[in-house]
């Protein structure tokens, strides 16, 4: 099976920036879709941006010119830069990612993180 190990979440005041990591340590073949998903308090999981290995990228809406999903594809790991952050940004992320492609945006994913807090005060 293989391992998702994020990294970079935090405490950041509003208008400010973090930048998530998520690595598949020992992985010999490429997880050619990732991605990231939030869950803030009360609310559902949402789906917040996916990558796939030829750099297709697709982002939720209310994310789109805040935050940017890029990836390494020889380190199996995609990042998430999360700029002019809000309250409303505040929830635990997770990562995601599957080897093959499928529909598009994805509706599933083979493996998760165990996920990153994310706090952003006002």
């Known amino acids: 099976q293989v391992q998702l190990v994020e990294s970079g979440g935090g405490l950041v005041q509003a208008g400010g920036s973090l930048r998530l990591s998520c690595a598949a340590p020992g992985t010999i073949f490429t997880l050619n879709v990732m991605g990231w998903y939030r869950q803030a308090p009360g609310k559902q999981r949402e789906a917040v941006a996916h990558i796939t290995s030829g750099g297709i990228i697709n982002y939720a809406d209310s994310v789109k010119g805040r935050f940017t999903i890029s990836r390494d594809n020889a380190k199996n790991t995609v990042y998430l830069q999360m700029n002019s952050l809000k309250p409303e940004d505040t929830g635990v992320y997770y990562c995601?990612?599957?080897?093959?492609?499928?529909?598009?945006?994805?509706?599933?994913?083979?493996?998760w993180g165990q996920g990153t807090q994310v706090t952003v005060s006002s």
């Open positions: 995601a990612a599957r080897i093959l492609f499928g529909s598009w945006p994805p509706r599933s994913y083979d493996y």
